[in-house]
């Protein structure tokens, strides 16, 4: 079956750092999705890519999706405390979401 | 927040025993999708409900069931609890459109089996 695998599993970076958190897909994906889970707290759906090489932007939050659409990546421009949390890809298939196991970022001040 | 709600909150159970986690859709969503969230692990999808009807299993034992209501509230059913079991069980509602849904998680109800 679909496996998604991200990388690293953690990160702890002062606040400013930039941050980089990749997905790669054992198989071509119709789409991706982007959650973020704070700690306790449950995913929040952070962006889909469809297209492939798109990418977008949230503010200092930037997504891209390979050519292949195999793979991905969210890269946080200068940290701020409040980014702290997991971040999860998803791929998407008929009626399922596979998760990765996420990156946990953690951020100082 | 996503309007969709889970009940309970928490709950403790022992092996063996059965339990039944509930989740409300949020407004106008006609799937639901049901999530185990192991700690420190993604979510892993059990299954998708879609207009009462299941459309989608993940790799889970069939002592793990379903309902889906015609308000398209949902039930998730867990028979003969074990320890793995113990884990946040989360729903997802989403607007079947044709194209691919985005899904919108309901805050989790965390179980621990004993």
Redesign the interface.
């Known amino acids: 079956?679909q496996q998604?695998m991200q990388i690293p599993q953690y990160q702890h970076v002062q606040e400013g750092e930039d941050f980089t958190t990749y997905c790669n897909s054992s198989t071509t994906l119709?789409?991706i999705?982007w959650?973020k889970q704070r700690p306790g707290?449950?995913?929040?759906?952070l962006i889909?890519l469809?297209k492939s090489g798109e990418v977008k932007k949230q503010k200092r939050l930037t997504f891209q999706f390979g050519e292949a659409k195999k793979n991905s990546s969210l890269h946080i421009t200068a940290t701020q405390t409040t980014d702290v949390g997991t971040y999860?890809c998803?791929g998407?298939g008929?009626?399922?979401?596979?998760?990765?196991?996420?990156t946990m970022l953690l951020v100082s001040p | 927040e996503t309007g969709v709600t889970q009940s309970p909150t928490h709950l403790i159970k022992t092996r063996g025993q059965q339990v039944t986690l509930r989740c409300s859709s949020q407004s106008g969503h006609n799937t639901v999708s049901w999530y185990q969230q192991a700690l420190g692990q993604g979510p892993q999808f059990i299954f998708q409900y879609y207009r009462e009807e299941e459309n989608g299993r993940g790799n889970f034992p069939p002592r793990f069931s379903g309902l889906q209501f015609p308000n398209y509230s949902s039930e998730l059913n867990v028979n003969a609890l074990e320890l793995d079991d113990s884990a946040l069980y989360l729903c997802a509602s989403s607007l079947r459109t044709g194209g691919t849904d985005t899904q919108y998680f309901g805050p989790g109800t965390r179980l621990t089996v004993l």
């Open positions: 079956g998604v119709s789409n999705q959650y707290g449950h995913p929040v759906f889909q469809v999860f998803a998407s008929y009626s399922t979401l596979t998760f990765g196991k996420g």
